[in-house]
């Protein structure tokens, strides 16, 4: 939906462009049509390769953090590995050792690991 508002926000924005736009010369370069046909092929490649992924993406990582429960074993974006023993609404405490815990933020963690990983490490 939102590439829909900012397809028609952007072609909206060159309408006086394209209504100054002054008629090509006869064998000269690509017409008005071809200009904006051109513009909207653009818009779709940054749509499909960059924006669609990137909202998944981001999507994805909302869940997992939302899904975090006590109990569960996680990676952290910094590469350490443990278990999470105490969850809160932005930080969550995970065991990295015997006694040993530390705080880290939820949007830190980067994967969340299958039951029993941490014991066959």
Same mark, same amino acid.
Not at 22 to 47: K, R
Not at 58 to 85: Q, W
Not at 91 to 103: R, T
């Given at each position: 939906?939102? *590439? &829909?508002?900012?397809?028609?926000? *952007?072609?909206?924005?060159?309408?006086?462009?394209? &209504?100054?736009?002054?008629?090509?010369? &006869?064998?000269? #370069?690509?017409?008005?049509?071809?200009?904006?046909? !051109? !513009?909207?092929? !653009? $818009?779709?490649? !940054?749509?499909?390769?960059?924006?669609?992924?990137?909202?998944?993406?981001?999507? /994805?990582?909302? *869940?997992?953090?939302?899904?975090?429960?006590? #109990?569960? /074993?996680?990676?952290? *974006? =910094?590469? $350490?590995? #443990?278990?999470?023993?105490?969850?809160?609404?932005?930080?969550?405490?995970? /065991?990295?050792?015997?006694?040993?815990?530390?705080?880290?933020?939820?949007?830190?963690?980067?994967? &969340?690991?299958?039951? =029993?990983?941490?014991?066959?490490?």
């Amino acid at each position: 939906m939102k *590439s &829909a508002k900012l397809f028609l926000v *952007s072609l909206m924005a060159m309408m006086p462009t394209l &209504a100054m736009a002054q008629a090509a010369p &006869a064998g000269g #370069g690509m017409g008005v049509m071809g200009q904006v046909i !051109f !513009f909207a092929g !653009f $818009i779709l490649i !940054f749509y499909f390769l960059i924006w669609r992924p990137q909202s998944k993406r981001a999507k /994805e990582h909302k *869940s997992l953090m939302s899904g975090l429960n006590k #109990g569960d /074993e996680v990676v952290t *974006s =910094g590469g $350490i590995a #443990g278990k999470i023993t105490k969850v809160t609404d932005d930080f969550i405490v995970v /065991e990295i050792a015997d006694n040993v815990e530390v705080k880290v933020q939820k949007v830190a963690v980067a994967a &969340a690991l299958p039951k =029993g990983t941490l014991k066959d490490i």
